[in-house]
C-alpha cells in the first residue's frame, strides 16, 4: 500500500524538523572553542545550520521514504541515532580533529570527549612560564626564581607557578586577562612582592610583578633537546617570543 500524498507531505516535514534541529545543534558546537560566546554569532551559526541542514532533509526525505517503505525507521530509533550523533560522535569528532574547547558543556561530559581523543594530535611547541620584579626606585626589570617560592612539584619537573599562569593566561578581545584569570594572577603577584621581601630583607620593596609565558618549538634549544625540561632565563630568549600576560602594580601600607 503506497502512502498518500498527504502522509508523503507530513513526513516530509518531520523529517525538515529533523534536520533544523540537527543543524542548530552542529551550528551550537562549532562555536564552542571560544570561552566567550557572542549571541549574536551564536544565533547567525545555529540558524544558518539549521536551515542548510533542514533544506537538504526536506529535499532528500521523498526518496529516503521511498527506498524504506517496506521497513520503515522506528521513531525511537531514528531520535536514538540523531541523540548519538549529536551528543557524542559529532562533539568528539570535532574535540579530535579541530580541538575544539567546548567550554559551554559541563565540564564532566566535556572530559569524556577528551578522554575519548587522547594524543590525537603531536605537541609542536612547549611552553615556559616566567615572572619578573621592578623593585622600588629602579627602572630595571629583574626575573624572579622558583625557588623559595614555588617549590613544589606537579609533573615533568614543572612548578604549581606554570599550572597556574598556564591556566590563567585567556585574554579577552582587547588582550588583557579577564576574571578569575586576572584575580589568580593578581594573587600571586602579591605573593611574590611579600616572599622577596622576606627573603631578600636587603632589597627595595617590589613595586610592579609582571608574568610572561614564552612558546618554544619542540626539540629546540630551550626544551627537551638539551636535557629533561628545564626553564631558560628571559634574557637568552628572544624578546619576540614573549608574550607579556600581566602587569600587576603592588600596593604597600604606609
Not at 523529517?15 to 551550537?28: C, F, N, P, S, V
Not at 599562569?165 to 611579600?194: C, P, T, W
Not at 629546540?220 to 628545564?230: A, D, L, N, P
Amino acid at each position: 500500500m503506497q502512502p498518500t500524498s498527504k502522509t508523503v507531505a507530513k513526513q516530509q516535514w518531520f523529517d525538515t524538523m529533523i534536520g533544523l534541529l540537527l543543524g542548530g545543534a552542529l551550528g551550537w558546537l562549532l562555536q564552542q572553542g571560544t570561552s566567550r560566546l557572542s549571541l549574536n554569532e551564536l544565533v547567525i551559526w545555529c540558524g544558518v545550520f539549521a536551515l542548510v541542514v533542514g533544506v537538504v532533509f526536506y529535499m532528500v526525505s521523498p526518496y529516503i521514504r521511498q527506498k524504506t517503505n517496506e521497513r520503515q525507521v522506528s521513531l525511537y530509533g531514528m531520535v536514538m541515532s540523531i541523540v548519538f550523533l549529536v551528543v557524542f560522535i559529532v562533539p568528539m569528532s570535532l574535540t579530535g580533529a579541530v580541538q575544539a574547547k567546548l567550554y559551554h558543556i559541563p565540564a564532566p561530559i566535556r572530559n569524556q570527549y577528551r578522554i575519548s581523543c587522547l594524543f590525537t594530535h603531536a605537541s609542536s611547541t612547549w611552553d615556559t612560564a616566567h615572572y619578573e620584579v621592578r623593585l622600588a626606585g629602579q627602572l630595571r626589570w629583574k626575573e624572579g626564581p622558583l625557588e623559595g617560592y614555588f617549590d613544589l612539584d606537579i609533573f615533568g619537573y614543572r612548578s604549581r607557578f606554570n599550572r597556574i599562569v598556564g591556566a590563567s593566561r585567556y585574554k579577552n578581545k582587547q588582550g588583557q586577562v579577564y576574571g578569575k584569570n586576572k584575580i589568580r594572577l593578581e594573587e600571586m603577584a602579591h605573593f611574590i612582592a611579600d616572599r622577596w621581601a622576606t627573603l631578600n630583607p636587603d632589597d627595595p620593596l617590589v613595586q610592579e610583578v609582571r608574568f610572561k609565558r614564552v612558546r618554544h618549538k619542540t626539540g629546540g634549544e630551550h626544551c627537551m633537546k638539551r636535557e629533561r625540561w628545564s626553564r631558560p632565563a628571559l634574557a637568552d630568549i628572544p624578546t619576540k617570543q614573549h608574550d607579556l600576560l600581566h602587569t600587576v602594580r603592588i600596593k604597600h601600607d604606609d
